[in-house]
C-alpha cells in the first residue's frame, strides 16, 4: 500500500534544504542584477530568482538571503523540485539555524495523495498545517478528500492529528469527526461499488464502505440489493494497531438475506433455508519478538451463499476453513497452541480441540557434528459427519500423543560432495478411539471402491514407526563470459546439483488400529520424503524408495547488485522398492515417476513456469501444469495457463490486458475445457479511469453449463483507484 508520507515532499524539501544553507552559500541567480547589502549581509535576487543546491532548486519572483542569521525568504510564485517531488507556494520563509521553516498558500503531492493548505510552519520533525485538505487523487469534482482547520504531523511515528476533520467526495460532506489521528502506512476510504444484471439475481447493485473511526479502525457495511433475492447487509471493519511492543491486523466481512428466491440445493444436495449470511474474519498479531497469534474464522449459513452473492469472497476462499494458532518462539524450539474448529454442517472437518505441539529445532550433538531434533504433541481430534453422508452414524474422535526424533550427519566426502546418514523413529499413542466401522473400512482401503465395515481392535493403541535413509549431494558450477544485450545477459553461471535420497520407513502394522481421521489427501505434488514432516499421521503407510534428482540453476550478474535468475531445471525420478495403491486404483510401477520442473525468466518481460509428471515405464504424461506471461511494458500484457489430469482434466485459460491510452484498458479472460470441448467461461471488461482517483470497469461473463451461476452476466464496477 502507498504510504501517505508521499503527501509530504514538503518535508522532504526543507530538510534537504537545510543542509547546503548551513554548509555553504547557496548559487542564486536572477534576471535582475543582484542586490548585496554587506552591512547587513543580505543579498536580494529578483525576477525569476532562482536558488540551486545540490540536486534542489528553489524558483520564486524575489529570493533574501541573510547570511549572517541564516535566513532565507522566498515570495511570488515560489515552487521547489528535488527527486521528482513538487512544492508550489505564495511565500517560504527558513531559518537555518533553528531549522524552522513557514510556508503560505501551498499545494503539492505525488500521486495517489495530494495536499494544500493555508499555511504550514514548524520543522521537518513536528509540522503544523492550518486550513488543509488532504486528496486521494489529483484534487476534482469526484475526489475523496479530508479537510480541517489544524492538522499536527509528527514525523517519528507518522502521525496526522486532526482537529474536526471532515471526510468529503469533492465538496460534498460525508461524515465528520471531533478529532482523527491518521497514521501514514494507511488508507483512509475503502469503497467498492458493483452493478451488474443476471438471470438468478436480476438487478443488483454490491456495495462495501470502509471510513475511518479512528487511528486504527476503520468500520463500514456490505450493502447489497438484488431484484429478484432482496438486500443483504452487514457490517464490515479492518484494525491495525502498532505499539513499540506489539503489532494487530485484521479484518471482519459479513452479511445477511432473507433470500426471496428460490435457491438450488447445496453441497451434498442439501437444501437451502432462506436466511442466509456469512462472517469472515481474518486477525493477525505479534507481540514482542517471540510470541504470534493468527485467527481465521469463516462461518457460511450454507455452502453456495458467498457463491450467489459475493462471488469474489468464493473465488479467493472456495474450502472455508475456521482456525486459530498461538506460537512461541524460543531460542531453538517453538511451543504452539492450534485448534481447528466446524462452524459449517456441510463441510467435513478434521476438527483439533486443541493441538498443543513442542517443536525443537535442528541442534548439534555435542561435538560429533551430527544434528537431532524433535516434537512432541498433544491432540484431541474429532469429525462428524453430520449432515456430510448418510453412510456414517458414529462421530470419529481420538486422543492421540505423537512423538518424534531425528538425528542426522553430514560428511564432507569431498569439497563437492556430502553424505548425510539419517535416522528418525515416530511414536504416537492413541487414548478414547471411536470411529464408525463403514468410515472406518472405507478410508482404510480408499481407492478400491469397494470398502466393507472394518471394527476398530481397541479404543488404545500405540504404533512405532523408524526411518532409516541418507541424502547424497553433489555440488558443480561454472562460469562463461557470455554477453547479450538483449537479454541483458552479463557473463552466464551454471550451478548444478545432483541429489539422491533414499529413505525407509518400517511397516507400521497398524490395520484397523487407528480411527483414521488424519489421512492423506488427495496430493498430486512429489510426496514428502521425512517421516516427521507428515501430517497424515493416522495413515502412514510402508515406504521405500530412492529419490534420483538433478536440479539445475542459471544466472546472470544484475545491473545493480548481486545477480539474477535466468532459468532453473530439474528433474527427479522415484524408484518404489515398495508399491502402494495410487488415486486411479492401480498399483504403483517401481519406476513410479518422474518430474520435470522448469522456470524461465531471461527479462522482465517474459516468465514461463512448468511442472510436469511423467509415467516413467512408457513415459505417459500423468500431469502438467504451466504458466507463460509476456509483458510489454505498460502497453499490452498477456498470460497462458494450461491445466492437465490425465483422463480428469484438460483445461487452457487465456488473460488478457492492452491499455489503449492512460485511461481506458481493455481485459480479456476466457477458459477452454479440451475434455468438453466448451469455452467454460469468458469475461470481456473495459477499465476506465475518472481522473485519477476512480476506476470504472465494464464487463460482460459467458459461461457454459455453470451449475449456479447465469449463462451471461453483465456487471459495472466503481472503486478507488489503486485498491
Known amino acids: ?68 542569521y541564516g535566513l532565507a ?57 492550518q486550513g488543509a485538505t488532504f486528496y486521494y487523487g489529483n484534487p476534482g469534482t469526484f475526489t475523496p478528500n479530508v479537510s480541517s482547520n489544524q492538522v499536527d504531523y509528527t514525523s517519528e511515528d507518522g502521525a496526522l492529528a486532526m482537529a474536526s476533520p471532515t471526510f468529503r467526495i469533492g465538496s460534498v460532506p460525508i461524515i465528520k469527526l471531533p478529532s482523527y489521528t491518521y497514521y501514514t502506512d494507511q488508507m483512509p476510504y475503502l469503497l467498492e461499488v458493483d452493478v451488474g444484471s443476471d438471470s438468478d439475481l436480476g438487478t443488483y ?76 474474519w481474518r486477525h493477525q498479531q505479534h507481540i514482542g519478538e517471540r510470541i504470534s497469534l493468527i485467527a481465521s474464522a469463516s462461518y457460511w449459513s450454507d455452502s453456495e451463499v458467498t457463491r450467489d452473492f459475493r462471488d469474489k469472497y468464493y473465488n479467493d476462499n472456495q474450502q472455508p476453513d475456521t482456525f486459530a494458532e498461538a506460537v512461541y518462539a524460543g531460542d531453538n524450539y517453538f511451543l504452539s497452541t492450534f485448534g481447528r474448529f466446524r462452524p459449517n454442517d456441510f463441510q467435513l472437518v478434521q476438527e483439533r480441540l486443541p493441538e498443543v505441539r513442542f517443536d525443537l529445532l535442528p541442534v548439534p550433538v555435542f561435538n560429533t557434528g551430527a544434528y537431532q531434533r524433535f516434537s512432541a504433541s498433544y491432540v484431541h481430534l474429532e469429525e462428524d459427519f453430520g449432515y456430510v453422508t448418510d453412510d456414517f452414524d458414529e462421530t470419529s474422535e481420538s486422543d492421540r500423543f505423537d512423538f518424534t526424533y531425528r538425528i542426522e550427519r553430514p560428511v564432507l566426502l569431498t569439497d563437492w560432495l556430502t553424505l548425510t546418514p539419517l535416522a528418525g523413529a515416530r511414536i504416537t499413542h492413541y487414548e478414547n478411539q471411536q470411529m464408525d466401522p463403514e468410515a472406518l473400512g472405507r478410508y482404510n482401503d480408499p481407492y478400491s471402491g469397494n470398502s466393507t465395515a472394518v471394527y476398530l481392535e481397541d479404543d488404545q493403541y500405540t504404533r512405532s514407526i523408524y526411518e532409516v535413509g541418507f541424502d547424497l549431494e553433489a555440488r558443480a558450477y561454472a562460469t562463461y563470459a557470455t554477453q547479450n544485450k538483449t537479454w541483458g545477459i552479463d557473463g552466464l553461471r551454471h550451478q548444478v546439483r545432483p541429489v539422491m535420497r533414499y529413505r525407509y520407513f518400517s511397516d507400521p502394522d497398524s490395520n484397523n488400529e487407528i480411527a483414521a481421521i488424519d489421512r492423506e489427501a488427495f496430493d498430486l505434488n512429489r510426496p514428502l520424503l521425512d517421516l516427521s514432516d507428515l501430517r497424515n499421521v493416522d495413515s502412514i503407510d510402508e515406504m521405500h524408495l530412492t529419490r ?102 484438460n483445461q487452457y485459460r487465456i488473460d488478457f490486458i492492452y491499455r489503449v491510452n492512460e485511461r481506458h484498458s481493455f481485459l480479456l479472460d476466457t477458459r477452454y475445457d479440451s475434455e468438453t470441448g466448451q469455452f467454460t467461461k469468458t469475461e470481456i471488461g473495459v477499465n476506465t479511469r475518472l481522473s485519477s482517483a476512480w476506476e470504472l470497469i465494464y464487463a460482460v461473463t459467458f459461461r457454459q453449463d455453470a451449475s449456479r451461476e447465469s449463462d451471461v452476466e453483465f456487471t459495472i464496477r466503481l472503486q478507488l483507484a489503486g485498491q
Open 1 to 68: 500500500m502507498p504510504r501517505i508520507a508521499r503527501l509530504f515532499p514538503l518535508l522532504l524539501l526543507i530538510t534537504k534544504f537545510s543542509l547546503p544553507l548551513t554548509a555553504a552559500l547557496p548559487e542564486l541567480s536572477s534576471i535582475e542584477p543582484l542586490e548585496f547589502d554587506e552591512a547587513a549581509q543580505r543579498l536580494v535576487a529578483r525576477g525569476d530568482a532562482r536558488l540551486d543546491f545540490q540536486d534542489t532548486r528553489l524558483n520564486a519572483d524575489r529570493i533574501t538571503y541573510y547570511q549572517e
Open 73 to 129: 525568504d522566498a515570495l511570488g510564485n515560489v515552487s521547489i523540485s528535488r527527486d521528482g517531488y513538487r512544492l508550489i507556494a505564495d511565500r517560504l520563509s527558513y531559518d537555518t539555524q533553528d531549522s524552522v521553516f513557514a510556508v503560505d498558500i501551498l499545494r503539492t503531492g505525488q500521486w495517489p495523495f495530494y495536499i494544500s493548505s493555508v499555511n504550514a510552519g514548524g520543522t521537518a520533525e513536528k509540522t503544523t498545517f
Open 205 to 280: 447493485i454490491q456495495t462495501t464502505t470502509l471510513f475511518p473511526v479512528n487511528s486504527w479502525l476503520r468500520a463500514g457495511a456490505n450493502l447489497d440489493l438484488y431484484t429478484k433475492r432482496g438486500v443483504l447487509a452487514g457490517p464490515t471493519a479492518q484494525y491495525s494497531y502498532n505499539t513499540e511492543t506489539q503489532t494487530i491486523n485484521g479484518a471482519i466481512s459479513t452479511g445477511y438475506i432473507n433470500d426471496q428466491g428460490d435457491p438450488d440445493p447445496g453441497l451434498y444436495n442439501q437444501p437451502i433455508d432462506s436466511d442466509r449470511g456469512f462472517v469472515e
Open 548 to 649: 534420483l534428482g538433478v536440479e539445475n540453476l542459471f544466472q546472470t550478474r544484475s545491473e545493480g547488485y548481486g545477480s539474477r535468475t535466468l532459468a532453473a531445471l530439474n528433474f527427479y525420478q522415484d524408484i518404489l522398492f515398495e508399491k502402494q495403491q495410487s488415486y486411479d486404483g492401480d498399483k504403483q510401477d517401481t519406476f513410479n515417476a518422474t518430474w520435470v520442473e522448469l522456470m524461465l525468466t531471461p527479462a522482465p518481460w517474459l516468465r514461463f513456469e512448468l511442472a510436469s509428471r511423467f509415467k516413467t515405464e512408457d513415459l505417459t504424461l500423468e500431469e502438467l501444469r504451466s504458466r507463460t506471461s509476456i509483458r510489454s511494458g505498460e502497453i499490452w500484457e498477456i498470460g497462458l495457463s494450461t491445466d492437465f489430469l490425465n483422463d480428469n482434466i
